[in-house]
Every structure is written in structure tokens, then in C-alpha cells.
């Protein structure tokens, strides 16, 4: 039987800040209403529902030291030693984030030179043919950049890509808007490496959506909730939280089954589900939406490993983080084996969709 070229993860590495942000910390915020009234119910009812509709118990929050580009290079460093490649031997390092190198004291989006040509910088890798590329493309970033690369190595342009997601969400999120509870930094980073197969391993297919015709303002950048000096002339990001789980809801489920599908897969063959963090009930509600879809009740234990608890929801560094956790042994009782079928799925601003299909 002829081999064929598939992309394999190969390595991975993440960076979880060190600074923990716990629920409590928010008891002194002052929060308002989207239409800049303060909300009425002391702070205590304002975290116990949030905690109620989230899971998120505490986030991670970078130091005021680091950058994007800086944690990115974090998590690359340690995907390269995992995989155990010469990352002069890269061909394309692509970083998924969506606001560049803020600092505390500036939020505006930096992003000249791109994040991917820093991180490169700070590997030190000489060889002018490895490409750095940056890709905006909401939370499900790290996906589209896994799917890109897949799509590099199956034309045979490249044989390793590192691929990163990496965000600082803290630094542009509204102080005075509750949502901001949700929000936290981190980074995830695999290689993906060319492998020739005779059977289907690693990236076996994959489905991507947008939706923006309808959908385009569930997250966009506004103004503060709180209109004062300690604001003015900023903006953050903005979330119509309910039509975002509505809409996560009616479409993640369908594209995840499309993509499965498309494979001749039945989720009985899948061992597990790494979905974006971002809600942690929103999840759970998908989950049992795509189960039924196939008219199955019960969800399998352990199916879907969750992180979002403990480090809240970092945007395109979800996934790859969730995956590192995984990996080295430090999520149990969650384990990924040899020929098990996995899926990535993620949402996010766009608004945009996508999963991918992995045969380990």
C-alpha cells in the first residue's frame, strides 16, 4: 500500500502565568450596565452568578513584564525541546492572537513587527527561509493556524511548523464591565510535522466556518461601561454574552458532526473532545447537543477535559494549553493514547468556527 503525507503533532509546550486572579479579587470592582449605570446587586451576587454560569473559580493574569510575543516565545521554546527538532529546521512559525504586544500602560494593538517575526527573534533562529506569519482570527486562531500548516505540509512547501497561540486578554478588558471576569492570559504551542503513513494519522480532516453576515458584533472593541477620566479615550473588547452561547450552541454542535462525518466517523470512535474554553456550562450544553445530533443520551465519562475553572479563558491559547496539560501527564485522569481519534472545536469572534479531526 502507498504512503501518503499527514501532519502529526510532534511536540508541545504552554505557558500558564504565575499570577493567580481569584474571584474574590473582584469584590472591590465597581461594575456597570452596558447603558452606564452601576448594576444594582452588590458584588458577591455578581461573582456567585457568574460562577454559577461560567465554572471559572480564578484566572491567570501575565506580569506586567511580559508581552505577548514574550509568553509565545515561552511556550515555543518548550514545544521545540518536546518535539526534539533543530529550530533552524522550522519552515513557517505562525502565532494565533488577536491584540499584540500590549503593556499595562499602553492597551493600543502592536502588532509591527508581527508577533511571529519576535518569537522567531527570540528562538534565534537564522535560516531566512523559516516564514513568521501572524493570523487574526478570534479564539478559534490556533485551529486555523493548525489547519494552515496542515495545508503547507500537505503540498510539500514545508515539513515542520510551529504554531502558537498566545494572548494577553487582562490588559484590554473592561475594569468595570463583569465580563471581564472571564477573561485571562496565556500561551500554547505545538509542531506539526510531515509523516509519511500508510493509514490516515493526524490531522485526517477538518471544518471551518464564518458567520459574519449575521453575526459579526458578538465581540468587538467599545468604550468602558464606566464613562470617566480613568477611562476616557480607551476601548476594550465587548461581549454579547447571550447570543454568543445561543449561537455557540446552534452551530458548534452541527459543524463538529459536518467535520466527523465528512471522516465516515462516529463520536463512539472519538476518545475526546478538546473544545475552546470559554464557558465552562456553554461547553457541557455542546457536548450534549452533538451527542443528540446522533440520538445518543449519555455522554461518555472524561470525554471532554476542561481547564477553564482554575485558568479561565485565554482566548486562542485554550486549546494547544489544554492539549500541553494533557500530554505531560498533568490533567489526569486524561490521557491521550496511541491510534486514539481526538477533535478540536473552537467559536469565536468573527464570528468564526472550526474543528479538526486527529487520528493519534
Not at 450596565?33 to 456567585?48: A, L, M, R, S
Request: aromatic share 8%; hydrophobic share 35%.
Amino acid at each position: 500500500m502507498p504512503s501518503n503525507i499527514y501532519s502529526v503533532i510532534t511536540g508541545t509546550g504552554s505557558y500558564i502565568p504565575k499570577k493567580v486572579v481569584k474571584n474574590t479579587d473582584f469584590l472591590q470592582h465597581e461594575f456597570y450596565e452596558n447603558n452606564g449605570t452601576p448594576i444594582q446587586k452588590n458584588n458577591q451576587e455578581v461573582i456567585d452568578k457568574f460562577e454559577e454560569i461560567t465554572t471559572i473559580t480564578e484566572r491567570r493574569h501575565a506580569l506586567d513584564e511580559y508581552t505577548t510575543s514574550d509568553i509565545a516565545f515561552f511556550a515555543a521554546e518548550k514545544a521545540i525541546e518536546n518535539a526534539g527538532i533543530d529550530k533552524e529546521d522550522l519552515d513557517h512559525i505562525i502565532v494565533a492572537h488577536n491584540f499584540g504586544d500590549t503593556t499595562p500602560t499602553n492597551k493600543e494593538v502592536n502588532i509591527v513587527p508581527s508577533i511571529a517575526a519576535k518569537v522567531k527573534f527570540h528562538l534565534k533562529i537564522k535560516n531566512p527561509n523559516c516564514v513568521a506569519y501572524d493570523l487574526l482570527f478570534g479564539c478559534p486562531g490556533w485551529i486555523q493556524g493548525m489547519i494552515q500548516a496542515d495545508y503547507y505540509i500537505k503540498s510539500g512547501d514545508a515539513k515542520k511548523v510551529l504554531i502558537i497561540g498566545a494572548e494577553v486578554l487582562s490588559r484590554i478588558s473592561d475594569p468595570h464591565d463583569r465580563d471581564s471576569m472571564i477573561y485571562a492570559d496565556g500561551a500554547g504551542a505545538t509542531i506539526l510535522e510531515a509523516k509519511e503513513s500508510e493509514t490516515p494519522i493526524g490531522i485526517i480532516g477538518h471544518k471551518t466556518r464564518t458567520d459574519s453576515y449575521y453575526h459579526s458584533k458578538m465581540l468587538a472593541m467599545g468604550a468602558s461601561y464606566k464613562d470617566d477620566e480613568s477611562t476616557k479615550n480607551e476601548i476594550f473588547m465587548k461581549m454579547n454574552g447571550r447570543r454568543l452561547y445561543q449561537y455557540a450552541l446552534e452551530t458548534v454542535p452541527q459543524t463538529v458532526k459536518e467535520s466527523l462525518d465528512t471522516c465516515g466517523i462516529h463520536p463512539s470512535e472519538v476518545k475526546k473532545l478538546l473544545i475552546h474554553q470559554a464557558n465552562g456550562k456553554m461547553d457541557d450544553a455542546i457536548l450534549e447537543r452533538l451527542f443528540k445530533l446522533y440520538e445518543i443520551d449519555e455522554v461518555p465519562e472524561n470525554f471532554m477535559p476542561m481547564t477553564i475553572a482554575k485558568l479561565g479563558n485565554s482566548s486562542v491559547a485554550t486549546i494547544p494549553t489544554l492539549l500541553d496539560l494533557i500530554e505531560r501527564g498533568k490533567l489526569p485522569p486524561h490521557k491521550i493514547n496511541k491510534e486514539d481519534t481526538i477533535v478540536f472545536a473552537s467559536v469565536g469572534a468573527g464570528m468564526h468556527i472550526n474543528t479538526i479531526v486527529y487520528k493519534v
